[in-house]
């Protein structure tokens, strides 16, 4: 009969005489693959997964993006296929529980809000999100970098918006120090920004941010939170959802010590839809990918990627997934039977049966495992039937889902958003004190002008009011002379007169 062990965790066995398959819990951080076509049971593998991670007492992370991985939250509900499953895989003491759940969504409607701050985002991802050239990206750079410079906090959309506009009217002053700010590369990013915001994404910006150690709880009886991502409505924006996981796991990694390879991780996180986390992604993304890949075991971090096919993985990346299970791939075309050699050469060959034929014979709920065993080395590969589930297969109830959500341990830490004094506010009081310094010199140009024009006028009447004293003074002189005249003329000849007189009287 088979479980888990204290060492290992049971992933499945078959009743063709392999012996039970175990996913080594010392090795767990040295990360895995999940791939399958559509419904061969990738996610029964993923939830058969982070049930037992929790059992052990290991917090997972994982992203719901059908609706489906809701039902983790609840206890399973008998059903004949799945005892009959667990008596053919010799699974003992198989009872129906649901670990501790708590459900998150990064627009706050099915699960408690996720949020960051544009700063903690930084340039590279958000230009990813935003889907910028390299242009663009650098004017982006530019704007973190003046942020840090000038001391200002970027932590929503408004703080970035504010910005880019202070640089586009900067845009001389800054290009000197910076580089080259050209107007039409900020137009650019504010209509991507705007975009984003009418897709919900601005409620992913912002405070509280998000705690790390929030998603690293265990419950009282020493199981391991498993974390559930609503995200059926962030699959809708593609970038976001892949970025978002990226910065996580980004975060991750910046934030948490070194421990080297501990007895089991620290943390396992399942990177539901990987493929979108490599599409159209530029070489230095990838190159990012692959080193915090890479160097995130060490930190107690496993990461385990759920997609269709590996081809979708960049070879970078796969060779560092030593835990595989693969599901049944179909190979209708010439490029399908490609993608299942490539499956097949992935793993150790098992001498009893040809990996690639049985690829395409796998039913669902079967796959091909192959393991790293306690010195690392990775197993021959087996044809497995996977355990079944002990909680329910399919999607909480909303009730059921708000019942959760209520009793979280972090229900009310992150519901209310808070909004500090950051870029936005520290650019509106610098435009508000200019402005109104501008209008304090304008009323001072004003007054000024005011008392210009009073002296003016004074000066107008003044003179207009001399050239009427001058004008009645002549006047005067003219009517003194006139008069002066008038009587000298009077006095010469009442004196003509007198002599005329005097002379008669003397001539008679």
């Known amino acids: 009969m088979a479980k888990d062990t204290q060492d290992g965790i049971f992933i499945g066995a078959n009743d063709g005489g392999a012996g039970p398959q175990f996913l080594t819990l010392k090795r767990a951080n040295r990360h895995g693959l999940i791939a399958g076509a559509t419904g061969t049971g990738k996610t029964v593998t993923l939830q058969n997964l982070a049930e037992a991670f929790s059992r052990a007492g290991t917090p997972v992370f994982l992203a719901d993006v059908k609706g489906d991985l809701s039902g983790l939250s609840q206890p399973g509900e008998p059903k004949d296929f799945l005892a009959k499953r667990a008596g053919l895989i010799g699974l003992e003491d198989y009872e129906y529980e649901a670990p ?13 809000p996720i949020r960051t701050t544009i700063s903690e985002m930084g340039p590279l991802l958000l230009a990813r999100i935003l889907g ?19 001391g200002m906090l970027l932590l929503d959309l408004k703080d970035l918006r504010a910005l880019l506009i202070d640089l586009a009217e900067r845009r001389k002053e800054i290009g000197a120090a910076y580089g080259n700010i050209s107007t039409a590369s900020v137009g650019a990013i504010q209509r991507r920004l705007l975009e984003l915001q009418r897709q919900d994404g601005e409620k992913f910006f912002g405070e509280p941010a998000l705690d790390l150690m929030d998603l690293m709880r265990t419950d009282r009886n020493g199981r391991g939170v498993v974390n559930v991502l609503a995200a059926n409505e962030l699959m809708q924006s593609p970038k976001l959802y892949a970025t978002f996981l990226l910065w996580l796991l980004a975060e991750l990694f910046e934030e948490l010590p070194e421990i080297g390879d501990p007895d089991q991780p620290e943390l396992v996180f399942f990177f539901d839809e990987a493929h979108l986390l490599f599409e159209d992604a530029p070489k230095a993304l990838v190159d990012k990918i692959e080193q915090v890949v890479r160097l995130i075991r060490s930190k107690g971090v496993g990461v385990y990627f759920v997609t269709q ?8 990346v796969l060779g560092q997934l030593g835990n595989r299970v693969q599901h049944a791939l179909r190979a209708f ?31 669902v709920g079967e796959a091909l495992t192959s393991f790293l065993d306690a010195k690392g080395r990775p197993g021959i590969v087996e044809r497995t039937l996977i355990r079944p589930p002990t909680s329910r297969l399919g999607p909480a109830t909303e009730s059921e889902r708000k019942t959760v959500m209520d009793a979280s341990p972090v229900a009310g830490r992150y519901e ?10 520290i650019l509106q009081a610098r435009a508000d004190k200019a402005a109104a310094a501008a209008e304090a010199a304008e009323k001072a140009e004003a007054e000024a002008r005011r008392k210009a024009l009073e002296a003016k006028e004074r000066e107008k009447a003044e003179r207009a009011a001399n050239r009427g004293r001058k004008r009645s003074s002549r006047s005067d002189s003219v009517i003194e002379t006139a008069a002066k005249s008038a009587a000298r003329s009077v006095a010469r000849s009442l004196g003509r007169e007198l002599v005329r007189g005097l002379l008669g009287m003397l001539r008679r």
Do not use: C, M, Y
């Open 100 to 112: 501790p759940v708590i459900f998150w969504d990064l627009f706050g409607r099915q699960g408690h």
């Open 132 to 150: 910028l050239n390299d242009t663009q990206e650098g004017v982006l750079t530019i704007a973190f970098q003046v942020a840090d410079d000038e």
């Open 309 to 316: 096919s590996p081809s979708d993985v960049p070879d970078d």
């Open 333 to 363: 075309t010439p490029r399908d039977e490609r993608a299942v050699k490539a499956a097949a050469n992935t793993f150790r060959q098992n001498p009893n049966f040809d990996a690639a034929d049985v690829i395409k014979e796998l039913g």
């Open 416 to 425: 209310k958003e808070v909004d500090r004094e950051s870029a936005f506010e």
